[in-house]
C-alpha cells in the first residue's frame, strides 16, 4: 500500500509562489509514477503535473511554465513549486501516484492512491 502525505498549502496572494511537498512510503519510490492533481468547487478533478522514476515529467496546459514538479528521491518526496499563482490555481490540491507506470502525455486525473490532499487558496 501506498501512502502519501502532503503539506504546503496556504493562502497567498496573486503572484505569489507556494510549494507543497508530499512525503511517499510503503513502495520503492524509483517504481512509482507520481503526480499533483487538483479540484476547484464545482469543477472536475485536473492533473497538474507528473514525474516518472525516470524523471519524465509533464504538466497540465494551464500550468505549464510556471509549476515545476520534482522529488527528492532520498527524502522519498515529491514537490509541486507554484510561481505566478492566480485566482483559478485555488483548489484542494492533491498527491497521487501508480505504481511501474510511465509518463505519457498530459497528466491523467485517475490514479490509484491518493493523499488527504491540501487546500491552495489565491486571492486577487
Known amino acids: 500500500q501506498v501512502s502519501l502525505t502532503e503539506s504546503g498549502g496556504g493562502s497567498v496572494q496573486a503572484g505569489r509562489s507556494l510549494r507543497l511537498s508530499c512525503t511517499v512510503s510503503?513502495?520503492?519510490?524509483?517504481?512509482?509514477?507520481l503526480a499533483w492533481v487538483r479540484q476547484a468547487p464545482g469543477k472536475e478533478r485536473e492533473g497538474v503535473a507528473a514525474?516518472?522514476?525516470?524523471?519524465?515529467?509533464s504538466y497540465a496546459e494551464s500550468v505549464e511554465g510556471r509549476f515545476t514538479i520534482s522529488t527528492d528521491n532520498a527524502e522519498n518526496t515529491v514537490y509541486l513549486l507554484m510561481n505566478n499563482l492566480g485566482p483559478d490555481d485555488s483548489a484542494i490540491y492533491y498527491c497521487?501516484?501508480?505504481?511501474?507506470?510511465?509518463?505519457?502525455?498530459?497528466?491523467?486525473?485517475?490514479?490509484?492512491?491518493w493523499g488527504q490532499g491540501t487546500q491552495v487558496t489565491v486571492s486577487a
Open positions: 510503503g513502495y520503492p519510490f524509483k517504481n512509482l509514477c
Open positions: 497521487a501516484a501508480d505504481r511501474e507506470t510511465e509518463v505519457v502525455g498530459r497528466p491523467k486525473s485517475s490514479w490509484r492512491f
Open positions: 514525474i516518472d522514476g525516470t524523471g519524465r515529467s
